[in-house]
């Protein structure tokens, strides 16, 4: 009886697990050789001809690239600020850090859809805030479209992900800052060390195992992000904010080709699994080493 | 093992019941909402919508629901620019509302794949057709099913900024070079900044579907076709097509008349930039004169057709624009046919198009008596868009119309226009993978 | 002073941090003529609460706002439910295959929700439970499941076990302990949990987007979501909508910020 108890405990789980990861991902995978369409009746296996139609759309490689650098930059973007957040933070104590932490931290609390919608709207070409003061500072002209600017978009929607994720980097960051051992500040202070040189030699080396879960998280989130630019621009103009989530939409329930939104999903997953196995292996032997 | 946390002492008793307590009075009251005794529910999506034509459909349901004792009826706004994804999700599920109001380009696609109930089959349908002015009714015929009610007569023309006109001295183009010159010239730097905060024209290019229907007038226009009669050939990389695409890639690459932002612009943003004076002239059609009224009581627009090819300038008159339909249709899987047709007829009937004339609701009306009734003389543009609309063109009848007009054509068209290819190479290449779609190769 | 000197910098950064979300506040306060005027002001007289009340016209809110209580609650309930059954598996007991059960957990943690939309879609829609309440809370439980037995387990671990030896010696069985002992001294990080798990299903707009269609099921994020670019003219509504939807979490995260934080980093950091 006592040997079963951690397995029942765990079955109401697994079976949640069972329901949104393991069933959808052989259903996917089934999906992805057959021609399946919500609109008419599909034509049964087609092989790897779905796969091929993926890998032939130029879409698919644009959004690919705006994929990695919507997740990997962004992700960077938002960890910067959260580090010098956490800095700023931990220099400061008591009420008023705490009270400046948790109005850094709203950004983190608010719906990616009205996030997304503040964006929009605070970018407006004519009517937005931001141009207002670019051009009031000379830096951009006043009417400068940032999203409907092929050029700028993607970047832009990055910067709205940024702003939402750093609060979590900070709060991390934060809590690693304050877990370092006063002692090792204090013989360094002994040997005369500069402050430069006590940040990057005890501060930063400190940080990296919370750096490390940081940024997987925050690219592997980034990466299945589909709100932001569902919301601020539904992967346009033209494409060029276009991301892998918002484009397995796009095959899926507007070219109502389930056979290939189900090998672009495959593939997606796939990528993201060898990816996360690969940034554990390495850190796994960093760590021995 | 069951039910652990819920005999747990103190706080956490407390937090778990009050959170159950929430989600079960939230669900009784759901249900609450959601049943009336014995009354037959239709459902009713509606895709957009101006305040005062929203207000006028509420009125209008709740007379309906009272005059039909039995009926109850829910009526949605829908989003607009995502008609096909949300009617698709829940066709195919064999749910979704009884009564639905888009497109009549829908006919095609939705009759065609067995979506639509065939309202011909009603006993009294031979009736209701003499309602209709003959060529709007058609708009929704799909082979030999009519499969809806017409609602909106809509044609595509040029909206002018009176103001901005008058303040430059200049009457609304008729041709190309007038409209490219108009635009050239209401494209200025007003404040003396040295920035330029006035364009000549505006397109919707944040929405795939609402861009194509903003440039095919121009296609048409010029005396492109989109598809041949037989729907088995895509036409619209004819030499005129590609001089339409020429026309606004031209005027937004050499004269910059067009704003540099249109590609993320919505509705939305293009009333505001109308209203506040930042541009001159957009494609639209009978509801931008209310989106205006609301936003800047009492400004100016001039409504005129959408300008033609200098050398077809005889034919000012009669050349066509893009003519657009909304309809109203019936579910084919509704369990309530008859009564989802009586509502049908309630919202469309002579006297409720009398009120579209008598208010001015931002729709065109599409019944005889209506468009001949002495009030229908009062109503502004009514005569244009009746115009218009006497020679005016739909979409060819093919189901994949609106796949290949908003997923093929747009971002084609766009790429030439901001010159990431040539007109011809873009409208070449769209027609390529166009005509792939309708010989069912994708 | 210097405190002063000190104080400055942090107060601006906020200002800068949160200039979006003002920047929307400013917005839902202004009537429609004063939204389009450039150069744009922050404060105007005209300012009013108009807006928020104007917003119900085109959107049923009021009921979107009951679909978002229902669903965000009795998902927090399921997820914190299941959630602790399994965290208290992985922190107390060793067994064969546990190593495996975690490594799929965290698989699901990588989970793109627009890989697996289209199998779930048809499922709901099979199971007869698309566009349902239900169908939306099972999918934000699993959804929410992995992260919170990630958190739980880091709090469950941080209570010493002597305790629990206590109770078991007491002749509790493990349950009971779970439950009489464990729970109790875990409740701040179960309240914490909680709130992840609230804000988590409150704000989902993905899932939520492509499983429900109509009024009785659709939660605000899809209100708002559908009413970005459509409803012409309507800056200002759109942002009260926005602003008055994100006041509940806010003040929640306000109130058991502490302990959320305390628990993210025990959880995080173990």
């Not at chain 1, 997304?116 to 009031?136: P, Q, R, T, V």
């Not at chain 2, 099913?145 to 183009?173: H, M, Q, T, W």
């Not at chain 2, 010239?185 to 905060?197: S, Y």
Request: charged content about 15%; some cysteine; aromatic content about 12%.
């Amino acid at each position: 009886m006592r040997r079963y108890t951690p397995y029942m405990l765990l079955t109401p789980a697994l079976l949640f697990t069972v329901f949104i990861l393991v069933y959808p991902m052989a259903q996917n995978l089934v999906n992805s050789f057959r021609d399946v369409s919500l609109v008419r009746e599909g034509r049964g296996w087609t092989g790897l001809l779905n796969y091929e139609h993926v890998f032939g759309d130029a879409v698919f490689w644009l959004a690919f690239r705006n994929t990695v650098v919507y997740a990997v930059a962004g992700t960077l973007l938002a960890l910067l600020i959260g580090l010098g957040l956490a800095l700023v933070l931990d220099v400061h104590t008591g009420k008023m850090s705490s009270v400046a932490a948790g109005l850094y931290s709203i950004p983190w609390v608010i719906s990616p859809v009205v996030a997304g919608f503040a964006w929009k709207w605070l970018l407006n070409d004519h009517f937005g805030i931001l141009n207002y003061w670019l051009s009031s500072a000379g830096i951009a002209r006043h009417g400068t479209s940032w999203l409907g600017n092929p050029h700028t978009a993607l970047f832009c929607v990055m910067v709205a992900r940024a702003w939402q994720f750093y609060p979590f980097a900070m709060v991390m960051f934060l809590a690693g800052l304050q877990s370092i051992p006063a002692e090792q500040y204090e013989a360094a202070s002994v040997d005369g060390a500069s402050p430069l040189r006590k940040f990057f030699h005890i501060t930063i080396p400190n940080l990296r195992p919370v750096s490390s879960v940081l940024l997987l998280l925050g690219v592997i989130w980034s990466f299945n992000d589909f709100n932001m630019v569902f919301v601020m621009t539904r992967g346009g103009p033209i494409n060029a904010s276009m991301v892998l989530p918002v484009l397995v939409r796009e095959f899926s329930f507007v070219h109502f080709d389930l056979g290939k939104g189900s090998a672009l999903s495959v593939l997606i997953f796939a990528l993201l699994v060898t990816l996360s196995f690969l940034y554990l292996r390495v850190l796994a032997r960093r760590e021995r080493a | 093992m069951n039910a652990a946390p819920l005999t747990t002492g103190g706080t956490m008793k407390r937090i778990i019941a009050g959170a159950a307590l929430v989600a079960i009075l939230g669900a009784m009251l759901g249900l609450s909402c959601g049943r009336k005794e014995d009354a037959v529910e239709l459902h009713d999506w509606n895709f957009g919508g101006k305040p005062r034509m929203i207000e006028w459909l509420r009125q209008r349901i709740d007379t309906f629901e009272q005059t039909h004792r039995g009926i109850r009826v829910v009526q949605s706004q829908k989003s607009w620019n995502m008609i096909r994804e949300l009617l698709y999700a829940d066709f195919s599920v064999g749910t979704g509302p009884d009564v639905v109001n888009v497109h009549a380009n829908y006919a095609a696609e939705f009759g065609g794949a067995g979506y639509y109930y065939p309202v011909n089959t009603f006993p009294d349908f031979q009736e209701v057709r003499k309602w209709f002015v003959p060529h709007l009714l058609e708009s929704t015929r799909y082979r030999e099913n009519y499969y809806g009610l017409p609602s909106s007569g809509i044609a595509f023309v040029l909206v002018c900024n009176k103001e901005l006109f008058d303040r430059e001295g200049i009457s609304p183009p008729r041709t190309w070079s007038e409209f490219r010159e108009a635009a050239r010239r209401l494209t200025k730097d007003t404040d003396g900044d040295g920035i330029v905060d006035q364009y000549g024209l505006v397109l919707l290019g944040g929405d795939k579907g609402g861009f194509a229907y903003r440039l095919v007038p121009f296609f048409f226009k010029a005396g492109a076709e989109i598809m041949s009669d037989d729907l088995k050939t895509i036409l619209f990389n004819s030499p005129e097509g590609v001089s339409a695409l020429q026309l606004i890639t031209d005027m937004y690459q050499v004269d910059h008349s067009i704003t540099p932002g249109f590609l993320a612009y919505q509705l939305t943003e293009i009333n505001d930039l109308f209203c506040s004076n930042k541009v001159a002239m957009s494609i639209e059609g009978p509801w931008f004169r209310g989106m205006v009224d609301d936003k800047s009581p009492g400004k100016k627009i001039y409504t005129v057709p959408v300008p033609v090819p200098d050398d077809r300038i005889a034919g000012y008159d009669t050349a066509a624009t893009l003519q657009d339909m909304v309809m109203y249709s019936i579910n084919a899987r509704t369990k309530h046919p008859e009564q989802a047709w009586e509502l049908l007829k309630y919202l469309r009937n002579e006297e409720a198009d009398m009120a579209w004339i008598r208010e001015d609701l931002g729709a065109i009306a599409t019944t005889r008596r209506a468009l001949e009734s002495p009030e229908a003389k009062n109503q502004s543009d009514l005569s244009l868009y009746v115009h218009e609309l006497g020679h005016a063109k739909p979409w060819p009848p093919h189901p994949s119309m609106i796949a290949i007009a908003s997923d093929i054509f747009t971002p084609f068209a766009q790429k030439a226009i901001v010159g990431e290819l040539s007109p011809r190479e873009a409208m070449d290449q769209a027609a390529r993978e166009a005509q792939e779609m309708i010989e069912g190769k994708k | 002073m210097k405190k002063i000197l000190l104080l400055l910098p942090v107060a601006l950064l906020a200002l800068l941090v949160l200039l979006p979300f003002l920047w929307t506040v400013s917005t839902s306060l202004k009537p429609l003529t004063e939204v389009n005027r450039y150069p744009p002001e922050w404060i105007s007289p005209t300012m009013s609460l108009k807006p928020y009340g104007d917003m119900f016209f085109y959107l049923p809110f009021s009921r979107y706002t009951l679909n978002s209580l229902i669903v965000a609650s009795s998902a927090t309930t399921l997820t914190l439910f299941v959630g602790s059954l399994a965290a208290f598996a992985f922190a107390r007991f060793r067994f064969p295959g546990r190593k495996q059960i975690l490594l799929v957990l965290l698989l699901s943690q990588m989970l793109p929700g627009a890989s697996v939309i289209i199998p779930l879609f048809q499922l709901l829609k099979t199971a007869g439970l698309y566009d349902t309440h239900i169908g939306l809370i099972l999918v934000h439980t699993a959804v929410l499941l992995p992260f919170v037995i990630w958190l739980l387990h880091g709090f469950f671990s941080g209570i010493p076990t002597e305790v629990e030896d206590a109770a078991l010696i007491d002749g509790c069985s493990r349950l009971e302990a779970l439950r009489r002992v464990i729970l109790p001294l875990a409740l701040p990080g179960l309240g914490a949990t909680a709130l992840f798990a609230f804000l988590g299903s409150w704000n989902e707009f993905f899932f939520a987007l492509i499983l429900t269609n109509s009024d009785a099921t659709q939660t605000i994020p899809v209100g708002i979501g559908l009413f970005v670019g459509e409803f012409e003219d309507v800056w200002n509504q759109m942002s009260a909508a926005a602003v008055l939807f994100s006041i509940p979490p806010l003040i929640l995260f306000m109130a058991m910020r502490r302990t959320f934080v305390r628990g993210l980093a025990a959880g995080a950091l173990q």
